[in-house]
C-alpha cells in the first residue's frame, strides 16, 4: 500500500520560506508515470493544486503561485519537496501531498500538515 | 472563488439517495475526466471516483459518477451517517494549465 507522509514546520514568519518535504513509502517515485503533487486547503475554503513534478525533474506549478514555488525531487530518499517564498497569513492553510495520475486524480494522499503563518 | 462550481451543502435523510453537482466549462470538464473526493472530518481527501465515472478499488457502488457537457455529477446511495463529509470534484484545465477543484459541497445525513 503507498503512503505518504508530510513533515515541516507547523508555524512560518511572514515573508519568509514554508518548507515541507513528503516521504513516499509502499512505492518508488520512478516506478510510473506518476506526478508527485502538493495541494493546499486553506482554513473554510476549497482544495488548491499547487504544483507536482516528475521523477526526472520537470516540474509544473499554478501560476498564481509559480513566482513563489520550488518542488524538487530526491528519488533516492523516496521524497520530495515544497518551498514557498514570501508567505503572507492567506498561505496558512493544510498542505497534503498526493499522487496524481495522467488523468488529473490523485490516488493517494498524506494526512496532511496545517502551515499556520504568523509572527 | 474556484474554477468548479458546487452547491455549498446538500443534506438528505439515511437511506435516500443524494447528487451533488459539479459545473465546468469547455476548458475543463467539458474536455477533460473528473474526479470526486470525499474527505472526512479531520482526514485527508479520499478518491472516490476516476475517469469521471470509475470507482477505485475498495469504493462501494453505492458511489457513482457521470459527465454529460460541462457538468459532472456525485451520486450517492443508501445514505449513512457515516458519509457525511466534504464532497469536492476535480478536473485537468486546458486552458489554465493546472488541475482545478469545485469548492466543496457538505453532505449532512440527517
Known amino acids: 500500500q503507498v503512503q505518504l507522509q508530510e513533515s515541516g514546520p507547523g508555524v512560518v514568519k511572514p515573508s519568509e520560506t514554508l518548507s515541507l518535504t513528503c516521504t513516499v513509502s509502499g512505492d518508488s517515485l520512478n516506478s510510473g508515470s506518476y506526478l508527485w503533487t502538493w495541494i493546499r486547503r486553506p482554513p473554510g475554503r476549497g482544495l488548491e493544486w499547487i504544483g507536482n513534478i516528475f521523477y526526472t525533474g520537470s516540474s509544473n506549478y499554478n501560476p498564481s503561485l509559480k513566482s513563489r514555488v520550488t518542488i524538487s525531487v530526491d528519488t533516492s530518499q523516496r521524497q520530495f519537496s515544497l518551498n514557498l517564498g514570501s508567505v503572507t497569513a492567506a498561505d496558512t492553510a493544510f498542505y497534503y501531498c498526493?499522487?496524481?495520475?495522467?488523468?488529473?486524480?490523485?490516488?493517494?494522499w498524506g494526512q496532511g500538515t496545517l502551515v499556520t503563518v504568523s509572527s | 472563488q474556484s474554477v468548479l462550481t458546487q452547491p455549498p451543502s446538500v443534506s438528505a435523510a439515511p437511506g435516500q439517495k443524494v447528487t451533488i453537482s459539479c459545473s465546468g466549462s469547455s476548458s475543463n470538464i467539458g474536455n477533460n475526466y473528473v474526479s470526486w473526493y470525499q474527505q472526512l472530518p479531520g482526514t485527508a481527501p479520499k478518491l472516490l471516483i476516476y475517469d469521471s465515472n470509475k470507482r477505485p478499488s475498495g469504493i462501494p457502488d453505492r458511489f457513482s459518477g457521470s459527465k454529460s457537457g460541462t457538468s459532472a455529477t456525485l451520486g450517492i446511495t443508501g445514505l449513512q451517517t457515516g458519509d457525511e463529509a466534504d464532497y469536492y470534484c476535480g478536473t485537468l484545465d486546458s486552458r489554465l494549465g493546472v488541475v482545478v477543484f469545485g469548492g466543496g459541497t457538505k453532505l449532512t445525513v440527517l
Open positions: 498526493a499522487r496524481g495520475r495522467s488523468g488529473g486524480d490523485f490516488d493517494f
